[in-house]
């Protein structure tokens, strides 16, 4: 069974700045929401950072949903989530387990750049929200991202669903 590998990120309109904290597309009620409904019953994978920022903003997944943490700290700990030191970990890992259909990424950039050549589909809100968008500029994805299967205009940018060819 093929498991497909998608990322959820939250892009600024002009520069393609990804959100700042890592791009952790959860910061508004709305990507809140959004991000939930997503991931739920399936594997989302995060570096320790977005894991943390999880943490710090109360932000939980819903029941049955795997989170699996990247981190290269051999001491770091998450309770009640899976740790792995490595892409090939993760991989190995999420494929062990049973009924795993999607895994999720939600940031950060680092892990966002080690997959971004795997990636199935990408869940992209480009916005002009004022919010931080500090961290570092997210990869072109119009190339490899042709494919546009939804499009949603909303108050402060628009939503996009996008798979590769």
Known sequence: ???????????D???RLVRGQDGFPGQSPKERRRVKKLVSGHAVLVGKA???????????LPKGTLLVVLTS?????APGCAVV??????????RSRKGI?????????SVYRQLWKHFDRLYLT??????IFDQPLFPEYDGD???VTKKKKEKNGTFFVLERK
């Not at 977005?50 to 939980?60: D, I, P, Q």
């Not at 480009?126 to 919010?131: E, G, I, P, Q, R």
């Open 101 to 109: 259909k999607e895994i999720f990424v939600i940031g950060g950039n």
């Open 13 to 15: 309109s002009e520069r």
């Open 73 to 77: 700290d051999r001491k770091f700990k």
């Open 1 to 11: 069974m093929t498991i497909r590998i998608s990322a959820i990120v939250v892009v």
């Open 50 to 60: 977005t894991y943390e920022k999880m943490a710090l903003g109360n932000f939980s």
């Open 145 to 147: 991202f042709p494919k």
């Open 126 to 131: 480009v916005t002009s929200d004022k919010a």
């Open 85 to 94: 030191r490595s892409i090939g970990e993760a991989g190995l890992f999420l």
